[in-house]
C-alpha cells in the first residue's frame, strides 16, 4: 500500500503533511508506505529527523509547486514537475496506489484529468463532501468541480456516491437522496425535476426521494446529490458557520471564567478535521482532496479514506458500475 | 397605524398570532392597531378578555382556513374568505397598511400577487432571508419565491433589498453582494456572470461583488442575491443546524449536572425569533411572511417589521425605484 502525499500543498507545507505522514506510519497498517512529493531540500531534513525506514517513507523530488490562486489549468499545463502533477504521475505509472493533497483542489482536478483521465461511463468527475448529521455522515456531491450540470451528471454523481459509501462505509444498500427546495416531485428547477426523474425510474439506486435544505441534518439519507453550485456556497456556509459558533462557544467560557471547555458532541460534530478527506471521484485512480487550512488531523484522515479506497477497490467498482449505467443509457433502458 | 395580521396562520394559531397582537399593542407604538383576520368564534373569547379598546384591536371575520399543504394557487383560489385573502384584500381596500402571516409561505405570495399586485418595473416579486453575521444581518434574496431565475430578476432582487435595507435599517447606502463559488468576476454558472455584469454596471448600487458561502457570516455585505433554488436550501440548512447545534448544547449541559443554560450569544445568533418578518417585496403593499412554527416573540418581531416598513413609507420607494430601473434597461442603459 503506497500513498503518494502532496507534501507541498496546504497552507503550512511541508510541516503538515510531513507531520500526518508520520502519524499515519505510526498507527495506520503495518504495510503502508507513504511518498512524500515535494521539493528535497525542504524535506529531507524531517525524513532524517523521522526515524522510518526508508522504504516506508520517501522522497519523491518534484521541483514546482503550484499556488493556491493560480489557474489550475495553465498551472498543470506549466508545471509538470509540480508536486501534484508528478504525484498523480505516480499513480498512473503504477509507483502509486492513491494521492492525497491539500494543494489546490482546482489544480488537482485538472492534473487529475490530465493524469489519471476519467473513468468510462463518467462525463464529469466530482468531489465529495462529507457533512455531518444526527446519525453518520452524508456525502453531498457535486462540492463545487462542477456548475452549471445536466439531470444526466447528477444520476452519474448518484452511481458515483452510492459506490463510494457502499465500499468505505459498509452499507449495503445506500439511501440517495436529490437535495430540492420541497419534496414532492415537480418541486424544483428543471434540473431537479428532470434528475428526479432518472434517480427515481433506476433500479440499481435506493432513492429516498428529495430531500430539503432542513433534512440534511437529520441524516435522511447517504449520498445526496445536488448541482456544484449550490453544493459549494452550501459547504462553505457550513464550515464557516462551525467555525464561528465554536468561536463563540469559546469565547462565551472564557469570559464566564471558565477553563477552556473539553471539546464536547458540538464541537466534534461541527470539526470537519474529523471528517477531512473529500473524495474526486470518476478520475481512474484514488485521489483524496483536503483543506489548504487542513490541520495534520485533518490530512491523516485523508490518508486513511485512501487506503481504504485502495483496499475496497473502489475504482474498479466504480468503472463497472459507471460503465454498466452508460450501457443501459444507451440502449434506452434509463 | 393598522396591521391586519391572519390569526390563523402558523401551527398554534389562533393563540399564538393573538398572544403576538396583544404583546405589539402593550409595548408598541401608541397609534397601532391590529385587525385580526379569522373564525370570530375562535377569536371572540381572546379579544374579550384581553381588555383592549375595540379600535386597537378588531377582528375581521374569515371564515375560510388554508392549511399549510394546500396548492397554493387553487387553494387561493378556491378559498376567497380565507384569512389569507381577506386580510390582504383589507390592504387593498384602504383599511390596512400591512399584512402579516405565519400561515403557507406559497398561498401568500400567491395572494399577495392576486390581490396586491405586482410593482411596476418588478417581473417577480421576492421574499428575503434574513442570515445573521458576526455584525448585523444580511438580507438574503430570493428566499425561495423564485425557482430558475434571469439574470434580470436577480437585478431586481438587489433594487428590492437595496431599498429595503435602506428604509428599514437606516443603512444608506447598503452594500449588494452576489452569491457565488468564487471572487472572481468570471466565477459561477451563466446566471451568475451575467448577474455579476448587470450588478457591476449598475451606477445605483454599491456593489461589493461575489461573496462565497463562507463569507456570508462575515457580514461582507447587506443585501446578498441569489436564484431562490439556493437561497431556499441555504436558508432551510442554516435553520435546522441552528437550532440543531442549540440542542445539542443543552443536552450537553443537562449531562454535565448544569441548570438549564441562559441563552448566550451563541442562542441569540442561532435563534431565527429575534429576527422573525421575512419580507415579500415588489408586490403593491406591505407583506411580511412568518415560520409555520413562529413562537409570539417572532410574530411581534413580524409585526415590528410591518410597522417600520409602514413608516419609511417603503412601497412608494420600492415602486419609484424599479419602475427607473426598468426605464433605464428599457432605454438600453443597462
Chains 1, 2 share one sequence.
Not at 521539493?39 to 524531517?46: C, F, K, V
Not at 433500479?203 to 429516498?208: A, G, K, N, S, T
Amino acid at each position: 500500500m503506497r500513498i503518494a502525499l502532496d507534501a507541498m500543498g496546504g497552507d503550512d507545507a511541508p510541516e503538515v503533511p510531513v507531520r500526518a505522514a508520520l502519524s499515519a506510519l505510526t498507527d495506520g497498517p503495518e504495510d503502508l508506505s507513504i511518498l512524500l512529493v515535494g521539493d528535497p531540500d525542504r524535506l529531507e531534513p524531517a525524513v532524517r529527523d523521522a526515524g522510518q525506514p526508508p522504504e516506508r517513507l520517501r522522497i519523491v523530488p518534484a521541483p514546482q509547486t503550484i499556488a493556491m490562486n493560480e489557474p489550475p489549468v495553465q498551472a498543470v499545463r506549466r508545471k509538470p514537475e509540480s508536486s501534484i502533477v508528478v504525484g498523480l504521475r505516480l499513480q498512473r505509472e503504477g509507483e502509486a496506489d492513491a494521492f492525497v493533497s491539500a494543494g489546490s483542489t482546482g489544480a488537482v482536478l485538472a492534473a487529475s484529468l490530465f493524469v489519471l483521465g476519467r473513468l468510462p461511463g463518467v462525463d464529469r468527475p466530482t468531489v465529495g463532501a462529507l457533512f455531518p448529521t444526527a446519525d453518520r455522515p452524508v456525502l453531498v456531491l457535486d462540492a463545487g468541480a462542477n456548475v452549471g450540470c445536466r439531470p444526466a451528471h447528477l444520476h452519474q454523481f448518484a452511481h458515483l456516491g452510492n459506490i463510494y459509501v457502499r465500499d468505505l462505509w459498509g452499507v449495503e444498500v445506500p439511501r440517495v437522496g436529490l437535495l430540492n427546495v420541497g419534496e414532492e416531485e415537480e418541486k424544483g428547477d428543471d434540473l431537479a425535476v428532470a434528475t428526479h426523474e432518472l434517480l427515481r425510474e433506476d433500479p440499481e439506486l435506493r432513492f429516498v426521494g428529495n430531500v430539503e435544505g432542513h433534512r440534511i441534518i437529520e441524516g435522511r439519507c447517504d449520498v445526496l446529490v445536488c448541482d456544484g453550485f449550490l453544493g459549494n456556497v452550501l459547504l462553505k456556509f457550513y464550515e464557516s458557520m462551525a467555525g464561528f459558533i465554536v468561536g463563540l462557544l469559546r469565547r462565551e467560557q472564557a469570559q464566564a471564567g471558565g477553563r477552556s471547555r473539553e471539546p464536547g458532541p458540538v464541537e466534534r460534530m461541527l470539526d470537519y478535521t474529523e471528517y477531512g478527506g473529500a473524495p474526486l471521484l470518476g478520475v481512474d485512480g484514488v485521489v483524496v482532496l483536503c483543506h489548504g487550512s487542513s490541520p495534520p488531523r485533518a490530512i491523516r484522515n485523508a490518508l486513511s479514506v485512501a487506503v481504504d479506497s485502495v483496499r475496497a477497490d473502489m475504482v474498479s467498482d466504480l468503472g463497472r458500475d459507471l460503465e454498466a449505467l452508460s450501457n443501459r443509457t444507451r440502449r434506452g433502458e434509463m
